[in-house]
């Protein structure tokens, strides 16, 4: 059974960190390029930041770069977010998902597979 459980998530202030991992099971996660969404109330769902099966290749929304940095740990099967600066405007809910298998395409929703339930980030000003 495939899942996708994310932690992490919180209320931070204004400048503050957050450190988002998720926890892959139930499918061959080296062979899976995975993505980090977010989704504020009343806006569309929208990739943060991706990373290619093989740890080589990054993607970031213009919004984040400098501040959010992507990783996985393919022996852990676990990709994490790691998140500075946090602004108001970041607060949504963030999840995980899995692209289908030897995909890169971090930016076509359609192509993600599997996802997580989401994990709450509240920062305040």
């Known amino acids: 059974q495939v899942q996708l459980v994310e932690s992490g998530g919180g209320l931070v202030q204004a400048g503050g960190s957050l450190r988002l991992s998720c926890a892959a099971s139930?499918?061959?996660?080296?062979?899976?390029?995975m993505g980090w969404f977010r989704q504020a109330p009343g806006k569309e769902r929208e990739v943060v930041a991706a990373i290619k099966w093989d740890d080589d290749t990054l993607y970031y929304v213009d919004s984040v770069k400098g501040r959010f940095t992507i990783s996985r740990d393919n022996a852990e099967n676990t990709v994490n977010l790691q998140m500075i600066s946090l602004k108001p405007e970041d607060t949504a809910v963030y999840y995980c998902?899995?692209?289908?298998?030897?995909?890169?395409?971090?930016?076509?929703?359609?192509?993600?597979?599997?996802w997580g339930q989401g994990t709450q980030v509240t920062v305040s000003s």
């Open positions: 998902a899995a692209q289908s298998i030897g995909t890169w395409a971090p930016r076509s929703h359609s192509e993600y597979v599997y």
């Open positions: 139930g499918f061959s996660f080296s062979r899976y390029s």
